[in-house]
């Protein structure tokens, strides 16, 4: 088994060129022999420069791993990986890497180095990730789950094959509206000795909500195996009819008696705009908001209902958001969004529409503004989001000069959803100082009952307090060369 090993992570550089790589890593065993802890990278060609090679162009990178067991290193790797040619400078390639390492049972530390070798002037880029193998003889034990790009009949053993197939990893757990399928592989090991040798056993595989944890039943299947050393599971799940949200696929294994012996989790956010639509014209279908809410039986679900409506609920409502989620009764949470919904309808809108356009923006909220274990809704930015609404102009910054990541938004009219007020022309800066993760705080915006901070710029610089101690001074010395001000004034 491992734990926390599986990860992913979008590199950044800090630079105003900026890299673009997917990391992923698994743990598979060799029953008899050692674990192994594979690597997986997925490179953007157009984020590195490139060279004129003969007629075509290449991007080079130099990728440096290091393993350490109690601060000692244990595996050292370290090699250039070369694009595809491509022709048209515009167009360079997207092309993966794959490593295996041999590992005992034990506590590591991997640490990834990237450097591009046709830009002296990048700053490397260093990824630190601590994880655990630990696979037993005498238990049933999984590797990770390896969600894929594609996967094909391999004509000859490569470092992409397993069980007789390639398998191009899918290093994103994002899926757009251009994915229609989730294809996996995934083994399961010493079901011979625990279930017994020869003995029938059920591969289930399914998809259900990763909030409430509802299995979908339209999306998975089942496959009947002998028990044996190492089982293999290599399928796919259509997912193009598969609504915005945040979701789990599911793998269990269960023997003869319909029992689960061994259960796997692989979380992934999905948005799917289409599918959106469609389920909101099918609200249409209930006759009343109480119809709806009414049918609903899940306190988790429920309890969500009730908490996606913070960013609009005024500060009376607020109050019961929190008192109602707390105590988790689901009729008074079923009565509380009830009231809430055919109190903003009253008697000139629909309230059963009103809820299901609303919902429809917390779906992809909770898809693009997830921070951690904190729903989308409850971020900064999904609170904005949800408050006034999608801005008008989003500008996105991961690579300004000596900057964290930032985000500046522009609304050129806004409709505060909490207490009906309007706005023109507003603006908000959302800074992410942890770049392990995507957690944006709201460091300024102009809007009236928002954090106003004329001094926001410092909020964004690294490192650079030059010029702070002058209360009168709102932009650190030596920004000339930065973009925020630029992108403030004309949001782009």
């Given amino acids: 088994m491992l734990y926390g090993v599986l990860f992913l992570v979008f590199l950044r550089a800090s630079f105003c060129a900026q890299i673009i790589t997917y990391f992923n890593t698994g743990a598979f065993n060799v029953p008899g022999k050692q674990p192994f802890l594979e690597t997986y ?25 290091l393993i350490y067991k109690d601060s000692a290193i244990v595996k050292a790797n370290k090699y250039n990986l070369i694009s595809p040619p491509f022709t048209d400078s515009l167009k360079a390639s997207t092309f993966i890497d794959n490593q295996r390492y041999p590992l005992d049972n034990g506590t590591y530390e991997l640490e990834l180095t990237l450097r591009d070798n046709y830009d002296a002037k990048q700053k490397p880029v260093v990824l630190k990730q601590k994880f655990v193998i630990a696979f037993h003889e005498n238990l049933i034990e ?11 009949k391999a004509p000859t053993i490569t470092p992409v094959t397993k069980s007789g197939y390639d398998l191009i990893p ?16 995934f083994e399961t090991y010493n079901t011979d000795t625990v279930l017994g040798k020869n003995k029938p056993f059920i591969y289930y595989y399914y998809i259900e909500g990763s909030d409430n944890l509802v299995k979908l039943n339209s999306y998975g299947s089942f496959k009947k195996q002998t028990t044996a050393k190492v089982n293999p599971l290599l399928s796919k799940i259509d997912i193009s009819k598969l609504g915005s949200g945040n979701y789990n696929l599911v793998i269990e294994v269960k023997d003869e008696q319909n029992t689960i012996q061994h259960q796997k989790k692989y979380f992934f956010q999905r948005l799917n705009k289409s599918v959106d639509i ?4 099918n609200y249409s279908e209930k006759k009343t908001i109480a119809d709806f809410f009414g049918t609903c039986n899940n306190a988790d679900t429920l309890k969500m209902y009730v908490e996606c409506l913070w960013p609009i609920a005024n500060g009376l409502d607020k109050e019961r958001v929190i008192n109602q989620a707390v105590k988790k009764d689901k009729e008074l949470m079923k009565k509380f969004v009830i009231d809430f919904w055919q109190r903003r309808a009253a008697d000139t809108a629909n309230p059963l529409k009103m809820w299901a356009e609303y919902y429809q923006s917390v779906q992809q909220v909770m898809v693009l503004f997830k921070c951690g274990k904190q729903p989308g809704y409850y971020t900064e930015r ?28 522009q609304y050129y009219r806004l409709n505060d959803k909490s207490n009906g007020q309007f706005f023109s022309n507003r603006k908000f800066v959302f800074v992410n100082k942890n770049i392990g993760d995507d957690c944006h705080t709201l460091v300024h915006s102009d809007t009236r009952g928002e954090i106003y901070n004329d001094r926001w710029r410092f909020e964004l610089t690294r490192r650079n307090n030059n010029g702070i101690a002058n209360p009168d001074n709102p932009t650190p010395a030596g920004t000339q060369n930065n973009q925020f001000d630029e992108i403030y004034n004309n949001p782009r």
């Fill in 41 to 65: 990278l997925t490179l953007i060609g157009n984020s590195f420069a490139y060279k004129t090679v003969g007629t075509h162009y290449q991007n080079s990178v130099n990728i440096s791993l």
């Fill in 142 to 152: 999984s590797s990770s789950i390896e969600v894929l790009e594609s996967f094909k």
């Fill in 170 to 185: 899918y290093n994103v757990n994002y899926f757009p509206e251009s994915q229609n399928e989730l294809s996996f592989y």
């Fill in 278 to 281: 469609v389920a909101l014209s």
């Fill in 382 to 409: 999904g609170r904005v989001y949800l408050q006034y609404g999608p801005p008008s102009q989003r500008s996105v910054q991961n690579a300004d000069l000596n900057t964290f990541p930032y985000e500046i938004w």
